[in-house]
């Protein structure tokens, strides 16, 4: 089992920024490859970016490339989202997941979740 708990969400203007952070604990986090999705009311959650568990491939949503940044410290089992130059329609409850394996984008692969922090982005 891995717990995860999101946090660093909250209210910001337009092209402001943000930094997610998802802590883990329970199995050994740098086995896991992690993501961060996003859904916004009445929307399906999508995703947003991903990561091996050895930091040498990233995948990212065209939504957020070039603004979003990925990246994990395994010695922490803490994975971070750097949001930059963010936009009203990154207005969402942002989650991170866990799984084990490869680098996926689909929501239903992964196994663990955490339980949200919402972003709020003003225009």
């Known amino acids: 089992q891995v717990q995860l708990v999101e946090s660093g969400g909250g209210l910001v203007q337009a092209g402001g920024s943000l930094r997610l952070s998802c802590a883990a604990s329970?199995?050994?986090?740098?086995?896991?490859?992690m993501g961060w999705f996003r859904q916004a009311p009445g929307k399906e959650r999508e995703f947003v970016a991903a990561?091996?568990?050895?930091?040498?491939?990233?995948y990212y949503a065209d939504s957020v490339k070039g603004r979003f940044t990925i990246s994990r410290d395994n010695a922490k089992s803490t994975v971070y989202l750097q949001m930059n130059k963010l936009k009203p329609e990154d207005t969402a409850v942002y989650y991170c997941?866990?799984?084990?394996?490869?680098?996926?984008?689909?929501?239903?692969?992964?196994?663990?979740w955490g339980q949200g922090t919402q972003v709020t982005v003003s225009s």
């Open positions: 329970g199995r050994t986090f740098s086995r896991y490859v």
């Open positions: 990561i091996s568990w050895s930091s040498s491939v990233t």
């Open positions: 997941a866990a799984r084990s394996s490869i680098v996926v984008v689909t929501a239903s692969e992964y196994n663990y």
